[in-house]
Nanobody, 115 residues
Framework: QVQLVESGGGLVQPGGSLRLSCAAS????????MLWYRQAPDKQRELVAA???????NYVDSVKGRFTISRDNAKNTIDLQMNSLKPEDTAVYYC?????????WGQGTQVTVSS
């Protein structure tokens, strides 16, 4: 079966860094567009960053210049390097895989930015 497993979340002070990872199994990873979403308490889930099967990337304006998404097709993983973290980055971060009508989600990992 398809599994997306996130890791790397935690508590970090403002200005700090975290690196999230998502390991995928059960899919032909290289053809999937891979995305990171986040959902803060009492807010809608929002798209944070995306990387296409060809490797092109997109970011929500609020994280441009601070977050970097990358993929390793040999390891079936994506990463999200998050620098200069702010309290408003606090959320549950979800890994998402999309191809045609197929859409899979991970269970999420909590990121808390607080002093």
């Amino acid at each position: 079966q398809v599994q997306l497993v996130e890791s790397g979340g935690g508590l970090v002070q403002p200005g700090g860094s975290l690196r999230l990872s998502c390991a995928a199994s059960g899919i032909n990873f290289s053809i999937y567009n891979m995305l990171w979403y986040r959902q803060a308490p009492d807010k809608q889930r929002e798209l944070v960053a995306a990387i296409s099967s060809a490797g092109s990337t997109n970011y929500v304006d609020s994280v441009k210049g601070r977050f970097t998404i990358s993929r390793d097709n040999a390891k079936n993983t994506i990463d999200l390097q998050m620098n200069s973290l702010k309290p408003e980055d606090t959320a549950v971060y979800y890994c998402n895989a999309k191809f045609a009508f197929k859409n899979y989600w991970g269970q999420g990992t909590q990121v808390t930015v607080s002093s």
